[in-house]
């Protein structure tokens, strides 16, 4: 018996989805219906209901009708592409409409210009319990007619788990991030949820998401403004619940504490540019103009690298085994790029996480799975599960998360090469003064790139927030993108020159235009040498006041890269990194090799080891803590590592047996009384003498809350330094939650407050005769570093890039103009009005910039 009849959206020649140049649409992956090829420019419904998804481009729509079915009508073959050229949307999401209603006008000129084809799908997108019939036959059709019946299946639908009873939870809140649910929120949305048991899942727009599932969670396409309601059932389902909602707040600190450089432990390198996706005008003939990814300048040879289709066979052979073999190719595919993640900096291994996310994702291996079982191969499955993927990111609207396609592409080229019993090269040769010329990009082929040759990347399409482009801009490689297909007419081997200041590609230069740019690359390589090698001096301020600048670290690459910056030490060694995202606590074995190599980088040079920060809003799934009403104020830092002694002591174990001995201190986080010290300190007294060390091992303290700024003078009798944490201190203080959307925007560091606890904790470091250091993200704050320096702080720990900038700033400072600066701006009344003196001040004596 029907259900419901589907029209015809448009005139236009009837065929069937094979018809369709795309395999995701001609694979049935987004489901089944027919096509059109239209002869019409206007788009009316199929059939009445609800607009449930219409992107700010319009070419393609969504309708769910009243017995729920979705119906997608997708307007020809890439023309997200388009942008929104050609189209124009005569309806909004949330419109409730009439079959024959008018919902999209397209130009036909235009849009046949632009896409790879008209063949327009139009399907029903879940076919769960559903079956077609009455198909149109091919030929021509008219708007209105009749294109299919859907019909209730007749086959026995699987059956549904019952509802988990045990235990509910649920909360709905405003996403507030600049840029919505995209990759980096996703992985940490996800990786909370696989921590607990319950079932998980994510709503907005009318479409759920299972919580575990990266993929899903950015297709749900939520942006900065949208409802996102989060529900759980299960026995830990409260807790899941709240860890989620933690996890949107983290993805707010961290987002903010990228565009202010305000997190602990990072801070905008100034050197770079950052990326723009405003796109340049055509500057001349031969001279194509794109969007800049990476600032800089480059002269050298256009260079193509191939990358090879990799050919899979559609149908399988048994199901166990071809199951069998695609658990093997992920594991092999993961133990890989845990491996490349191991020498990586942190930008890689960013991106790796997110590709270990896409690796694991249970929408995608649910997927495979299932075509596995239908009779496919592994391969065939494996990609058509990863194509579904990428054609639910491209038909949204935000670029950020299109841009996630690559990383998608990528990890199916992984397992596709592990099937075949291959993996992608780790170096790929390249001529002298290369200009990579592609039409895109994948992660993994950047790094196995030969950094030393490359000069430059040109892709024709690709994005400026893209994955490739972060690595690129990590590896200070110029790079533009959306150079249009017109680069692929560059000859092999000529010279170009690469404008990625002003968003040109000069394809032709003349001789004279040539010399002039390598003069700009010379005098560039010689401004960074001659920073970099004073940064390797050790810092003082104008009048002659030693001050130290040390580096935030996180593993042993950014250890090497603090001594190329110049760092003079470890003012913050965050062992997180071996705790988290694990199933089991790391080994004493695990971690001594892990501190040894990072103070081997090192040198001679100190290391602050602070001991683990977890807990609150950095669960361990091997850790099972009380699900608290407000993680911040329970169970973390010092708290967790006293409540769970075995951690602690094998840390400490760890961290005592580093040599040289001399050079590693410890410091403990979250400090809010002497006791907590003392009780750290006799569990270390106790490993030396089990350990037989005789060596005095220095400890310090963290200043993260009001109670141990105030304290400061008792808490440092019982240890060596004291750290400010001045992120945690000032929401703290304030009582500002950091991750709280409306709240946000006013936790400065730079409030009075906070100033005055500082100045209170310096003050008593001074007294004691004490180093006292900041390690947050104010540290690397140009308007902050006078201040500062002023209340008393001699040592600053900022990230390795920043080093130089930091050490260039504090040498144009005087202390004594540093301190009346800070006794002034203890008595303003405002963040902003003391951003404002420091900012007067730095006027005439000088600028970190």
């Given at each position: ?46 059939c ?9 481009s319009?070419?393609a ?18 023309t ?9 949307a ?29 063949m ?35 086959t ?17 809140l ?40 990266v ?18 059932s ?50 001349a ?31 399988g ?9 695609l658990?093997q190719?992920?594991?092999n ?7 490349v ?34 009779g ?29 396609v ?25 001529p002298?003064?290369?200009v ?8 993994s ?51 170009v ?20 740019a ?96 977890v ?8 850790l ?21 002694p ?24 979250m ?17 030396k ?6 060596d ?29 944490g001045?992120?945690d ?34 003050g ?64 303003l ?21």
């Open positions: 018996m029907s259900i419901l009849q589907i029209l015809a959206p448009f005139d236009g020649w009837c065929g069937t989805l094979d018809e369709v140049p795309d395999p995701v649409f001609a694979g049935r992956m987004l489901g089944d219906g027919v096509a059109i090829d239209p002869t019409g420019g206007i788009l009316v419904a199929p009445a209901g609800e607009i449930v998804t219409l992107p700010a319009a070419h729509v969504s309708i769910r009708t009243a017995q729920g079915i979705d119906v997608l009508v997708h307007v020809g073959v890439d997200v592409q388009l942008g929104g050229r050609g189209f124009e005569r309806v909004r999401p949330g419109a409730s409409v009439r079959a024959g209603d008018e919902l999209i006008r397209f130009d036909l000129d235009v849009v046949a210009r632009g896409a790879k084809s008209l327009t799908p139009i399907l029903v997108t879940s076919m769960d319990g559903l079956r077609l019939q009455q198909r149109r036959a091919p030929g021509l059709v008219s708007s209105g007619e009749v294109l299919f019946e859907i019909a209730a299946s007749t026995t639908p699987r059956a549904v788990d019952p509802p988990n009873r045990e235990a509910a939870a649920g909360h709905t405003i996403v507030t991030l600049r840029h919505g649910l995209h990759a980096r929120p996703a992985a940490l949305l996800a990786q909370r949820a696989k921590a607990f048991g319950a079932q998980a899942t994510l709503r907005a727009h009318g479409r759920t998401a299972n919580a575990r599932s993929v899903a969670i950015m297709a749900l396409g939520v942006r900065q403004g949208d409802e996102l309601s989060i529900q759980a299960g026995a830990d389902a409260p807790q899941s619940v709240a860890s989620l909602v933690a996890g949107i707040q983290e993805a707010l600190r961290m987002e903010s504490a990228a565009g202010h450089g305000a997190a602990e432990g990072t801070a905008p390198d100034s050197s770079k540019t950052a990326p723009t996706t405003a796109p340049r005008s055509l500057a003939a031969g001279v194509p103009s794109g969007v800049i990814a990476v600032a800089g300048v480059a002269v050298g040879r256009a260079t193509r690298i191939e990358r090879r289709e990799i050919a899979v066979a559609e149908h052979a048994d199901s166990g085994r071809e199951r069998a073999e658990e190719a992920r594991v595919v993961r133990m890989r790029l845990e491996r993640a191991a020498t990586g900096g942190a930008t890689r291994r960013e991106i790796i996480a997110a590709h270990l996310e896409f690796l694991d994702d249970p929408q995608v291996n649910e997927a495979a799975h299932e075509f596995i079982a239908a496919k191969s592994a391969g065939f499955a494996w990609r058509t599960a990863i194509r579904r993927s990428i054609s639910a990111l491209q038909a949204l609207e935000d670029s950020r998360l299109r841009e996630r690559d990383d998608l592409l990528d990890v199916e080229s992984h397992v596709l090469l592990a099937l075949a019993g291959e993996a992608r090269p780790m170096n790929i040769p390249l002298e003064r290369a990579l010329v592609a039409d895109d990009l994948l992660p082929e950047l790094t196995a790139l030969d950094r030393q040759r490359l000069v430059a990347i040109c892709l024709s399409g690709g994005g400026a927030t893209s994955h490739v482009a972060i690595l690129a801009a990590a590896m200070d490689i110029p790079m533009l993108v959306g150079l249009g297909s017109g680069i692929r007419d560059i000859a092999d081997g000529a010279t020159i690469v404008d990625a200041d002003a968003g040109t590609l000069q394809t032709a230069p003349a001789a004279a235009a040539i010399e002039q390598r003069a700009a690359v010379e005098s560039r390589l010689m401004s960074r040498a001659k920073t970099l090698a004073e940064a390797q001096i050790e810092c003082r301020a104008l009048d002659g006041t030693r001050v130290e600048v040390f580096a935030n670290l996180g593993n042993v690459t950014d250890a090497a890269a603090a001594v190329v910056h110049g760092a003079e030490g470890c003012g913050l060694l965050r062992t997180e990194f071996l705790f988290i995202d694990r199933e089991t606590a790391p080994t004493e074995a695990e971690q001594l090799a892990a501190y040894q190599d990072i103070a081997a980088a090192l040198g001679p040079r100190p290391m602050i080891l602070r001991l683990m920060d807990g609150g809003d950095k669960p361990l799934r091997y099972p803590l009380p699900a608290e009403e407000n993680p911040a104020l329970g169970l973390r830092g010092v708290r967790t590592a006293l409540a769970h075995d951690l602690m002591r094998t840390q400490l174990r760890a961290a005592l047996r580093v040599q040289p001995a001399g050079n590693v201190r410890l410091l403990i986080p400090i809010t009384d002497a006791a907590e010290i003392l009780a750290v300190r006799s569990v270390i007294d106790e490993l003498a089990e350990i037989g060390i005789a005095r091992i220095e400890l310090g303290a963290m200043i993260e809350t009001p109670a141990a700024a105030l304290m400061a003078s008792g808490l440092i009798r019982e240890v060596d330094f004291l750290s400010i001045s992120n201190l000032t929401q703290y203080t304030l009582a500002m939650d950091r991750g709280h959307p409306e709240l946000a925007g006013r936790t400065d560091a730079l409030h009075p407050a906070v100033l005055k606890l500082v100045a209170a904790a310096a008593a470091g001074a007294a004691a005769g004490k180093m006292v250091a900041v390690c947050g993200g104010v540290a690397a704050d140009r308007l902050a570093v006078p201040l500062l320096l002023g209340l008393g702080v001699r040592e600053l720990s900022v990230v390795p890039a920043a080093v130089p900038a930091i050490k260039r700033q504090i040498r144009s400072l005087r202390i004594n103009d540093c301190r009346e600066l800070a006794l002034r701006c203890l008595d009344a405002s963040p902003g009005e003391v951003r404002a003196q420091a900012a007067e001040m730095l006027g005439p004596l000088g600028d970190m910039r």
